[in-house]
């Protein structure tokens, strides 16, 4: 089955506590994309990916970093999370241009920073 | 001004009845023009997508984009409880540009 993979689904951590949320998806996607929800906002991109080694920052990037050292897996890093980073966070996967191809979302990464 | 807006809801409408959601934007660069639904506890799924002003239609559902206006809808016909979701439109500038989303409209459809 086509899916994006995030985990864990949920997460409660405390501020400077280095974390990692993973994301894999098994369609062979080249474009992948991290995204946070928060209300009112709708959902912003932090990072997103081209192709394997190729990585550019979104709308909201500051306290992320990412990596793509292979195609199906595009890991989110938070260094230091503070409470403000406390989101309901979703991976995606597309295999063109976004307008062209839809985008696989995984089921979300809900994350508590205390 | 937000690049996108949308109105939050909640929108509560009775099963069968004809659902209207919409989205104004400020930038007449945006060219594509998506709607994603997204269930409780779920990613976003992709519902429809236009690239043009007019009508699409897609079953039950009806996208509409009215670029002079910087207007876009989604009219759901004949709508079910399974409809109950938040509708989140998206927009896109030009290829390989982001995507921009939407603060999403809740709806709930009634039995």
């Known amino acids: 089955e086509a899916q994006v993979t995030q985990n864990p689904r949920y997460l409660i951590t405390v501020t400077g506590k280095k974390l990692t949320v993973t994301c894999s998806q098994n369609?062979?996607?080249?474009?992948m994309s991290w995204y946070r929800q928060d209300p009112g906002l709708g959902l912003r991109q932090i990072y997103y990916?081209?192709?394997?080694?190729?990585?550019d920052k979104g709308d909201v990037p500051e306290g992320y970093k990412v990596s793509r050292k292979e195609k199906r897996n595009f890991p989110l890093i938070l260094e230091s999370p503070s409470p403000n980073q406390t989101s309901l966070y979703f991976c995606?996967?597309?295999?063109?241009?976004?307008?062209?191809?839809?985008?696989?979302f995984g089921s979300g990464t809900q994350l508590s920073v205390l | 001004q937000k690049e996108v807006e949308q109105d939050p809801g909640p929108l509560s409408v009775p099963e069968g009845a004809i659902v209207s959601l919409n989205c104004t934007y400020s930038?007449?660069?945006?060219?594509?023009f998506m709607w994603y639904r997204q269930y409780s506890r779920k990613g976003p799924e992709l519902l429809m997508y236009?690239?043009?002003?007019g009508n699409k239609e897609d079953g039950r559902f009806t996208a509409q984009v009215d670029k002079s206006s910087k207007y876009i809808s989604l009219f759901i016909r004949d709508s079910q409880p399974s409809d109950s979701a938040t509708y989140l439109c998206?927009?896109?500038?030009?290829?390989?540009?982001?995507?921009?989303f939407g603060p999403g409209t809740s709806l709930s459809v009634i039995p």
């Open positions: 998206a927009l896109e500038k030009t290829s390989y540009d982001k995507v921009i």
């Open positions: 995606a996967s597309s295999s063109g241009p976004v307008r062209d191809e839809k985008l696989f």
């Open positions: 236009t690239y043009s002003s």
């Open positions: 369609m062979n996607h080249e474009y």
């Open positions: 930038n007449s660069a945006f060219q594509y």
């Open positions: 990916s081209m192709n394997v080694e190729v990585t």
